[in-house]
Each structure stands twice: as C-alpha cells, then as structure tokens.
C-alpha cells in the first residue's frame, strides 16, 4: 500500500544554517499530491507545502520542496533556519484527483529543533 | 485562519467505558474525518464523512467506532467500549471540498485506564 518515510526523527540545527528535511514515498498512483505540514507546540498541524507537478519547486513562507517522481521524493528545504522554525514537520501523500476521497497518508513526523 | 477545534484536549477513561470526542470543524466545511496518532507513531486515518455518511474508513475505524454530525452540531467520534489499544491522539480535520486543504484541529488525547 501507499506509504511516506521521513528517515530523521530529530533534526537540531544551529540558527542560519540551511535546513533540509528527508521525504520519499511509495504510491500506486502516477499524479499522488506530497504536502508538508508543520505543527508548531500546542498548535494544530497546518499546511505548509502542497504539490503534485514533478520537478517543480513549490514554495512558501521561506521553504521550498521539489517533487521528483523519478526518486520519489518530496525534500523540505530552508536556506536558513529560524529559531521559530522548531516544530515537527509531517510529510504526507495523497492519491490523484478521482482516487478515494481525501485520505491524507502521514509519514512518521521530524522534529526541528534550531538552537541559537 | 479557519479552525477546527476538538474538545476535550485530554480524556482518561476506564477501560470498557463508553467515549465520546468532539469536534468543531470549519463552519462551511462539507467533508470531515478522523485520524488517529498512537504515541511514537504516525498519524492514520480513520474514517471520513460527508453528506451524513461515512464516505470511506480503514481497518482501524473498528466495529466499536461511530461517527455522526447531528442537525450540523459537532462531529463526534465515539468508543463503545473502549479498550487499552485505543489510547491515542484524535485528530479531528475537515474540508470544503473532496480534494481541497484539510484543516486540522490540536487533538484530544485519550487515555484507556
């Protein structure tokens, strides 16, 4: 079946050096949608990256990911990390439009601690 | 931004006990679902539900689970009766659309006792 692997439990950064957070995924669907959310302490898991068009850069809010069907990967990038970017960060895998409704697949979460 | 909210935060319940978790979901919201975080482990779907209908649940929305959303009041999920192994985080999520941006609530942990 369908599945997201976010190899790093823990990530700690030192504040301004590039981020870069592992995402792959195994799928049955040829157009799957990969989303990053963040969830923040005490706060709900938010959107913080949507795409489905291979090989093109999405960003938002400072990071950027790429999807690349050909490796199967959705890597979440920053080019410098901020202290409120601590936070556990969810990669995640949905089918194509017409698949099942709007099953979310969730990898297991990396926690990004950035140390001043 | 729009908010889903769930209540209670936390719930401890004994074992064999009836439980039922809350949720507030986007107000214009149509589709609504559960998903399900034991400790250590990722967040899985449970079911989703839309038009007063659960539309699709997995293997782990067991014959023990309901959903329901009566006359567009919270969106429950209850246990009856509950067991050890469904100690988790429920999150509570909703959408306006099939395939548009899921929002989620902050979860409500349950504890089996």
């Known amino acids: 079946g369908d599945s997201v692997t976010q190899t790093e439990g823990l990530v700690t950064l030192t504040e301004g050096l590039p981020v870069m957070l592992n995402c792959t995924y195994q799928t049955i669907y040829s157009n799957p949608f990969l989303f990053w959310y963040v969830q923040h302490l005490n706060e709900s898991p938010r959107l913080l990256l949507k795409s489905f068009t291979d090989n093109k850069r999405t960003e938002h809010q400072g990071f950027h990911a790429t999807l690349h069907k050909s490796s199967s990967s959705f890597h979440l990038q920053k080019s410098s990390a901020q202290l409120s970017d601590s936070a556990l960060y969810y990669c995640?895998?949905?089918?194509?439009?017409?698949?099942?409704?709007?099953?979310?697949?969730f990898g297991i979460g990396t926690l990004l601690s950035v140390k001043p | 931004g729009p908010k889903v909210l769930q209540i209670p935060s936390h719930q401890i319940i004994d074992m064999g006990q009836m439980v039922t978790l809350n949720c507030d979901p986007v107000?214009?919201?149509?589709?609504f679902y559960w998903y399900k975080q034991i400790l250590g482990q990722q967040m899985e779907f449970l079911v989703n539900f839309y038009n007063g209908k659960v539309m699709e649940k997995s293997k782990l929305f067991k014959d023990q689970f309901s959903v329901e959303r009566p006359d567009g009041s919270y969106f429950t999920l209850k246990i009856q009766p509950t067991a050890l192994e469904d100690s988790a985080v429920y999150f509570c999520?909703?959408?306006?659309?099939?395939?548009?941006?899921?929002?989620f609530g902050k979860g409500t942990r349950l504890t089996v006792v």
């Open positions: 999520a909703s959408s306006l659309a099939r395939n548009t941006e899921v929002f």
């Open positions: 995640a895998l949905r089918g194509e439009e017409g698949s099942s409704g709007n099953k979310l697949i």
């Open positions: 107000s214009n919201h149509l589709y």
